[in-house]
């Protein structure tokens, strides 16, 4: 079973975290959330204090998850998740139960990642360059966060080569319309409540591309703050988690719901 951390109490909420990333990337949000949630972060599988073990396919890695949900007694959990996360979580709800989703800036239209690493496949699949080019991609995603919290993430990063190239080979070589095909299995069925949030830059369509796929999708961005909003603006993120599940648990329904104090 995945190694896993559970703090506080009240409705159950669980975060996953990102690619090389392990859950000590939430340590600075665990007693914040701790205070009205029920708190489970984990590590998935290579990464983190977890076992390292093929395959790292997207619904394997949800599975994993799920069985410590169901280990811990937890119900319908409040599903959180940053980067790759937002891959696992979205497979999570796609399969099993739960209140909602909240993806924090991770694109579900793979195909322009797709066009940006396949053509350096041969340089990731090199050892000596491998872990250089991946140092690069972190870096373009830095964005608004401070000194002290990248260096707290760059101590923390464990670059496992066989861990991310099994994780990225289950799309990387699709063709077009087994792109769509792969996407669709992970966003059509999902009925739960879906937010993403997003300090990146995004394609100006990209919010009507997600409704398409996920019908129960809203979009939040936080303009210019990077791929790390939540370690940003901690303090806004965990208002925006509190608003989010507490929008979810409305009888009538959470579209309309006011999910930022300034909105």
Do not use: K
């Not at 019908?215 to 703050?225: D, K």
């Amino acid at each position: 079973m995945l190694a896993y951390e559970r703090l506080g109490s009240g409705s159950p909420l669980v975060l996953i975290h990102g690619l090389t990333d392990s859950r000590r990337v939430w340590d600075p949000l665990l007693g914040p959330l701790a205070a009205n949630f029920d708190v489970i972060s984990v590590d998935l599988r290579g990464h983190g204090e977890s076992f390292a073990a093929p395959p790292y396919d997207g619904v394997t890695l949800a599975s994993d998850v799920h069985d410590v949900v169901v280990s811990l007694g937890v119900d319908d959990p409040l599903v959180v998740d940053h980067s790759l996360g937002g891959f696992v979580a979205t497979a999570y709800a796609s399969r099993f139960d739960c209140a909602g989703v909240l993806n924090i800036d991770q694109s579900l239209d793979l195909s322009a990642f797709q066009a940006l690493v396949n053509p350096f496949r041969a340089e990731l699949a090199d050892p000596a360059q491998f872990e250089p080019i991946m140092l690069m991609v972190f870096a373009t995603m830095r964005g608004a966060l401070s000194d002290e919290e990248w260096d707290r993430l760059a101590r923390e990063r464990r670059l496992n080569q066989s861990v991310v190239l099994g994780i990225w080979s289950s799309f990387l070589d699709l063709d077009a319309a087994g792109l769509d095909d792969f996407i669709d299995s992970f966003t059509r069925p999902i009925t739960a409540p879906y937010l993403a949030l997003h300090g990146s830059a995004l394609a100006p369509n990209y919010e009507s591309w997600l409704a398409s796929r996920v019908a129960t999708s809203r979009l939040i961005e936080w303009p210019e703050l990077g791929h790390l909003p939540h370690l940003v603006e901690p303090d806004r993120f965990v208002s925006l988690v509190e608003r989010f599940a507490a929008a979810v648990a409305r009888p009538d329904g959470w579209r309309d719901a006011e999910l930022e104090a300034n909105s």
